[in-house]
């Protein structure tokens, strides 16, 4: 596993310095590197993803354990060094992508979306944190072969994904996460965990695909609903502090069968996820009719 001293010298081997622009804050607490691993439950042979590898420190690791590791880097300087280093010691274990994880804020990279295709794989990676919501939103809702994600991330995004009804940090993404999956914390990180050290709190944390959606029509244990209610939870919360009634006239003007629970008087803030996707499941129904 790389030291800071052996980042640094591949920095510079590189001649390149850490840009904060593109997040390139490298986590150096080996224990934190081996936490994460082990906390996905990879195995030799599974196939990874990971975005921002940055100098391999945490791709070293789900090498040495037998991962195929598809990564993705933005920042061609890093794709240099990753193959002149690590793809020559693992081969074809090592695919390194370079470009966007991202062709928009829904699709992966056309060549990421190539390598993986339909096969089951995990996100392991230390995420640059401008990246992290578009690509974990479009993992959960777009690639069910996606079957967990297991990053380190801001503090306060992490705080997103579980956060609860009534509370400020609940949102869109919390809806998808706890809908579509288990949301967990791996372990708070302080700034010295990383080099440079962030400005910014971080944490880690897992989300794990549920086996079986809860649903109550079919139409929500398909891969097209998912995109249609991210949207459309968004625009409820786009209006939290509204009664349901009014935002649901802002979508339709059709009347709808209220799901088991949830009266027009309630706020989108106050509905269980699974009562937030019945929901947005009978203005769909009346709304494309």
Known sequence: MQTLSEIKE?????????????????????NLIRKLVDSSGVEAGDLVLEVGPGTGALTVELLERG???????????????????????????????????LSNKRELNV?????LGDQPFKLVANLPYHAATPLML??????????????????????????????????????????????????KLAPGCFWPPPNVGSAMMR???????????????????????????QSFFQRRRKKLSGSVKSITTSPIDWPSGVTSDDRIDSLMPQQVNALCQAVYRVSKD
């Open 67 to 101: 991962c195929k590791v598809v990564a993705c880097e933005l920042d061609r300087a890093f794709v240099t060094l990753l193959n002149d280093t690590l793809g020559k010691e693992f081969g074809d274990q090592l695919l390194v992508i370079e470009g966007d994880c």
């Open 207 to 233: 989300w794990e695909r549920a086996s079986e959606i809860d649903s109550d029509s079919g139409s929500a244990s398909e891969i097209s609903w998912w995109p249609t209610m991210a949207d459309m939870t």
């Open 138 to 187: 479009a993992l959960m809702t777009q690639y069910m072969n996606c079957t967990g994600m297991y990053t380190t991330i801001q503090h306060e995004v992490v705080e997103r994904f579980g956060a609860l009804p009534g509370s400020k940090a609940y949102g869109t993404i919390s809806v998808i996460a706890q809908c579509l999956g288990e949301v967990g914390l791996i372990a």
């Open 10 to 30: 591949l920095l510079a081997i590189a001649g390149h310095e850490p840009k904060k622009s593109l997040g390139q804050n490298f986590l150096i607490d080996h």
């Open 111 to 115: 060549e990421l979306k190539r390598l």
